[in-house]
């Protein structure tokens, strides 16, 4: 046999002996194309970090802006794509035009939640069966409770007390304003002169649920009810309560969820706008990530409101509303650097926060100090006080300084983010137009989760139920599409 396979091959003109010689390089580059292209999930020894490296690998990325040198390149394929057509040219290129984008832009597009199917379930957590939103009040609030969490924000830049430079002049002129501008009060409520003490002795030793239901609207007024009242320039508000923030970019691993939390409705914004900054808020219904919004109806907020009760609890609120107001500010701070604008910005208080129990307030602001493309983010103290004191003679000042930030704040900065909005580069195309002449989007939706579950098993059980729902890929809608994979039909025997 060996004879007449060497007779075959001498016919072909081969030669037997180079033919043996070159048999193990072809076995070695069969065996190294084989580990290359194969994608093994990590191993348990690896541990958390290699494992979310190896995720990352397996997820839909954003293309890299290209160079000139690429964009100039002698392909004749290239010379057909037409740049001024943004979707035939991801069709045909994979990647959107790089005239699109800003160099940086691509760090604040919207971003893809984590699929449901590639978060850890753990049968035995209450967490992984029960919505944050519909969970015990207290359990919210754990990673809060902890001096440490102090130095987790720093690390983030964020800083619970002044810089060295402090807030500009204007500023402080007007917190001051906004502490002592009159307001008028709800003439009847528990805060009435005759009700007051018998209020405050009844919630005094009480949960917060109590504290809430009884006066927490009594020092932090509902901004839509106060339009439903008559204050028409505040229709453009809209407000959440107890809802976790899960169309916003976390911040330190988990997203913020306020007691109360106002920001701006979509319908304040001109379709115009909407257009503009649809790139970066991407598709809020299905829970994209975004830097410029909290919940899926709520852009930019501005203020938020916890409580607390018990020893420390007014620490632990003030701890949750540094989160999330230094992830209001930072969405302002995001948007003013898109058009160079972040000077303006610099050292004005853009956030503000209330935190108290049954009978104490905390009033603070937040501002960011930027150093080029450096930002931090610090605290103002505006006022604390003990409303139940002489005979309650600041038991309103709560609630007044609050409508001063509707009434007067508000306004002034709902214009400068409209301002910024407007010089924002139109780009001509939408996500949900691509996704749906496409269908693109739910192709990688389904690569992703289908490639990304093996891996992403084998991180640590604890690490990855504190990264639950953070982003981790940017938006499948700007993201190259791998090669598919067919499934092998089983061969059938004769």
Same mark, same amino acid.
């Given at each position: 046999m060996a004879q007449t396979r060497a007779q075959g091959d001498a016919k072909r003109g081969r030669n037997?002996?180079?033919?043996?010689?070159?048999?193990?390089?072809r076995k070695r580059q069969r065996l190294k194309t084989y580990y290359k292209s194969s994608k093994e999930p990590p191993s348990r020894g690896k541990g958390r970090k290699q494992a979310i490296e190896d995720t990352r690998d397996l997820c839909p990325t954003l293309s890299p802006r290209p160079s000139a040198a690429d964009d100039t390149s002698g392909n004749t394929a290239a010379n057909d794509v037409d740049p001024n057509?943004?979707?035939?040219?991801?069709?045909?290129?994979?990647?959107?035009?790089?005239?699109?984008?800003?160099p940086g832009m691509e760090r604040l597009l919207a971003r893809k939640r984590l699929p449901p199917v590639l978060r850890r379930k753990r049968s035995n957590s209450a967490s992984s069966q029960t919505p944050s939103d519909q969970r015990p009040r207290e359990e919210k609030s754990t990673q809060y409770r902890d001096q440490p969490y102090e130095t987790l924000l720093a690390t983030e830049g964020s800083f619970m007390f002044k810089s060295k430079l402090d807030v500009t002049i204007e500023s402080k002129a007007l917190c001051?304003?906004?502490?002592?501008?009159?307001?008028?009060?709800?003439?009847? #409520?528990?805060?009435?002169?005759?009700?007051?003490?018998?209020?405050?002795?009844?919630?005094? #030793?009480?949960?917060?649920?109590?504290?809430?239901?009884?006066?927490?609207?009594?020092?932090v007024p509902s901004a839509e009810s106060l339009a439903t009242y008559g204050a028409e320039h505040l229709e453009s508000?809209?407000? *959440?309560?107890?809802?976790?923030?899960?169309?916003?970019?976390?911040?330190?691993?988990?997203?913020p969820q306020p007691d109360y939390s106002v920001g701006f409705r979509r319908e304040a914004f001109?379709?115009?706008?909407?257009?503009?900054? #649809?790139?970066?808020?991407?598709?809020?219904?299905?829970?994209?990530? *975004?830097?410029?919004?909290?919940? %899926?109806?709520? %852009?930019?907020?501005?203020?938020?409101?916890?409580?607390?009760?018990?020893?420390?609890?007014?620490e632990v609120a003030d701890r949750q509303n540094a989160h999330s107001m230094t992830m209001a500010a930072r969405a302002i701070v995001e948007l003013f650097r898109i058009v160079e604008r972040e000077n303006e910005i610099d050292r004005q208080i853009l956030s503000f926060s209330v935190s108290h129990d049954h009978n104490t307030v905390h009033i603070y602001g937040y501002y960011?100090?930027?150093?080029?493309?450096?930002?931090? %983010?610090?605290?103002?103290?505006?006022?604390e006080f003990v409303f139940t004191a002489l005979d309650g003679k600041e038991k309103w000042t709560a609630y007044q300084f609050t409508k001063n930030v509707y009434n007067t704040w508000m306004p002034?900065?709902?214009?400068?983010?409209?301002?910024?909005?407007?010089?924002?580069?139109?780009?001509?195309?939408?996500?949900?137009?691509?996704?749906?002449?496409?269908?693109? *989007?739910?192709?990688?939706?389904?690569?992703?989760?289908?490639?990304?579950? *093996?891996?992403?098993?084998?991180?640590?059980e604890d690490d990855q139920s504190n990264k639950a729902g953070q982003a981790v890929t940017p938006s499948t809608s700007f993201s190259k599409p791998g090669p598919a994979k067919r499934r092998k039909s089983p061969v059938k025997k004769a």
């Amino acid at each position: 046999m060996a004879q007449t396979r060497a007779q075959g091959d001498a016919k072909r003109g081969r030669n037997p002996e180079d033919q043996d010689q070159d048999a193990p390089t072809r076995k070695r580059q069969r065996l190294k194309t084989y580990y290359k292209s194969s994608k093994e999930p990590p191993s348990r020894g690896k541990g958390r970090k290699q494992a979310i490296e190896d995720t990352r690998d397996l997820c839909p990325t954003l293309s890299p802006r290209p160079s000139a040198a690429d964009d100039t390149s002698g392909n004749t394929a290239a010379n057909d794509v037409d740049p001024n057509n943004p979707i035939d040219f991801w069709r045909k290129e994979g990647r959107w035009p790089s005239q699109l984008f800003e160099p940086g832009m691509e760090r604040l597009l919207a971003r893809k939640r984590l699929p449901p199917v590639l978060r850890r379930k753990r049968s035995n957590s209450a967490s992984s069966q029960t919505p944050s939103d519909q969970r015990p009040r207290e359990e919210k609030s754990t990673q809060y409770r902890d001096q440490p969490y102090e130095t987790l924000l720093a690390t983030e830049g964020s800083f619970m007390f002044k810089s060295k430079l402090d807030v500009t002049i204007e500023s402080k002129a007007l917190c001051k304003q906004l502490l002592e501008k009159e307001q008028t009060f709800p003439e009847n #409520s528990l805060f009435r002169d005759d009700l007051f003490d018998s209020t405050c002795e009844k919630i005094r #030793s009480r949960n917060e649920a109590r504290v809430i239901q009884d006066i927490s609207r009594l020092i932090v007024p509902s901004a839509e009810s106060l339009a439903t009242y008559g204050a028409e320039h505040l229709e453009s508000l809209t407000e *959440s309560v107890n809802e976790g923030w899960n169309n916003s970019i976390p911040l330190t691993g988990t997203r913020p969820q306020p007691d109360y939390s106002v920001g701006f409705r979509r319908e304040a914004f001109t379709k115009g706008q909407l257009e503009k900054l #649809s790139p970066y808020i991407g598709d809020f219904i299905t829970g994209d990530l *975004s830097f410029f919004m909290a919940t %899926y109806y709520i %852009y930019f907020p501005f203020l938020a409101c916890e409580v607390k009760c018990g020893t420390g609890g007014l620490e632990v609120a003030d701890r949750q509303n540094a989160h999330s107001m230094t992830m209001a500010a930072r969405a302002i701070v995001e948007l003013f650097r898109i058009v160079e604008r972040e000077n303006e910005i610099d050292r004005q208080i853009l956030s503000f926060s209330v935190s108290h129990d049954h009978n104490t307030v905390h009033i603070y602001g937040y501002y960011p100090v930027i150093n080029g493309d450096k930002t931090e %983010y610090y605290r103002h103290p505006i006022h604390e006080f003990v409303f139940t004191a002489l005979d309650g003679k600041e038991k309103w000042t709560a609630y007044q300084f609050t409508k001063n930030v509707y009434n007067t704040w508000m306004p002034d900065h709902f214009k400068r983010i409209c301002s910024a909005i407007d010089q924002l580069p139109k780009v001509d195309f939408n996500v949900q137009a691509l996704s749906e002449s496409t269908g693109l *989007s739910r192709g990688l939706e389904n690569m992703a989760a289908s490639d990304a579950n *093996s891996a992403l098993l084998l991180v640590d059980e604890d690490d990855q139920s504190n990264k639950a729902g953070q982003a981790v890929t940017p938006s499948t809608s700007f993201s190259k599409p791998g090669p598919a994979k067919r499934r092998k039909s089983p061969v059938k025997k004769a």
